[in-house]
């Protein structure tokens, strides 16, 4: 039992130098100060330490693969590989026990032979490769193959490395419609944030969306939707502090994090916010283990209607 109450602190120290970008011992773990305000937690330097405790999940001998998080990438074309990788293989770093990609038969060589511990689904078409009368068919084949995972999944990402390609698009706007109808969550950046832009009502009144856009992402999702409510939706929005908000709460997160402003940063982000948010929704459902093949819809839908995960 020693040894695994040391992982857990391990993996507490691991997840707030994610967050504030310093080295911590477990000595002064307790005492850490993370300049977060919030409206909720009234600037408490030990909010943040204590939601990473209370949704981490302990390390025993009676789980099984799978309840600590199983994460889902939908992104990856030809030109953008990189991208879901990191989304990805970030989830499996933070915690969680699975991750899955799926991207366009073009990605999936690449993306599987950067790291066997991802599951790489090679199902996504883009418009070169489909003939104007094939395309029904081939988006039915795409949301019926992932569908078959769906309820397995405990959140997923969309958009690392997407593309903007108008049937690929198309058959994604398919799959978070599906993804919405199962209560799944979703974290939404990159092209997916394009794609939002376009089409609000993806997302639009749904409590287990998560937009994270940089600070021209959200300049353009302000100027297309100026004067239009998202309701309910949480918006993280990253820069040189990052703001947090679902509408009626606020948080912000100022401390220093690394100087670099490179690419894939905001996709390391987006694998972690997805592992972040399937942890909280496992424990404010009474403290319920989830299942084998995710919580189940039933579960999620009771999730949904008793309150959104951001308030935690």
């Known amino acids: 039992m020693v040894g695994f109450s040391a992982a857990v602190i391990r993996r507490q120290q691991f997840l707030v ?11 002064n773990l307790s005492y850490t100060t993370i300049k977060m305000q919030s409206v909720v937690s009234g600037g408490s330097p030990d909010f943040a ?18 309840q600590a998080g199983k994460i889902g990438v939908v992104g990856g074309c030809r030109e953008y590989t990189g ?3 990191f989304s990805a293989i970030s989830a499996l770093k933070i915690g969680a026990d699975l991750s899955h990609v799926f991207c366009t038969k073009d990605a999936a060589a690449v993306i599987k032979s950067y790291s066997p511990e991802l ?42 490395g997407l593309g903007r390609d108008p049937f690929l698009l198309d058959c994604v706007s398919d ?21 939002v832009t376009n089409c609000l009502e993806l997302v639009s009144g749904y409590p287990l969306a ?14 297309k939707f100026y004067k239009v409510k998202i309701g309910g939706v949480t918006i993280l929005r990253k820069g040189g502090s990052d703001f947090i908000s679902n509408g009626d709460l606020v948080g912000a997160v100022s401390a220093f994090g690394s100087p670099r402003r ?17 942890w909280p929704v496992s424990v404010l459902l009474n403290g319920a283990e989830p299942e084998s093949y995710g919580y189940g819809v039933h ?14």
Not at 49 to 66: E, F, V, W
Not at 299 to 312: L, Q, T
């Open 175 to 195: 799959i978070m419609k599906h993804a919405r109808q199962s209560n799944v969550p979703m974290v939404i950046d990159g092209d997916g944030l394009f794609l």
């Open 262 to 278: 490179c690419g894939g940063q905001g996709d390391i982000l987006s694998g972690s916010v997805a592992v972040f948010i399937s």
């Open 299 to 312: 579960r999620r839908v009771c999730f949904v209607e008793k309150s959104c995960f951001a308030c935690i």
């Open 210 to 223: 998560v937009l994270t856009p940089n600070v021209n992402e959200y300049k353009r999702l302000v100027q």
């Open 17 to 27: 130098r994610c967050l504030v970008g310093c080295n911590i011992s477990s000595k």
């Open 83 to 85: 991208a879901p990788y």
């Open 119 to 160: 599951i790489v689904h090679p199902i996504l078409e883009e418009s070169y490769s489909v003939r104007d009368e094939d395309k029904k068919s081939i988006s039915a084949k795409v949301i019926e193959e992932v569908d078959k995972w769906m309820g397995r999944f405990d959140c997923l990402v969309i958009g690392p």
């Open 49 to 66: 330490i204590s939601i990473l405790r209370s949704i981490t999940p302990s390390l025993d001998s009676s789980r099984h693969k799978g």
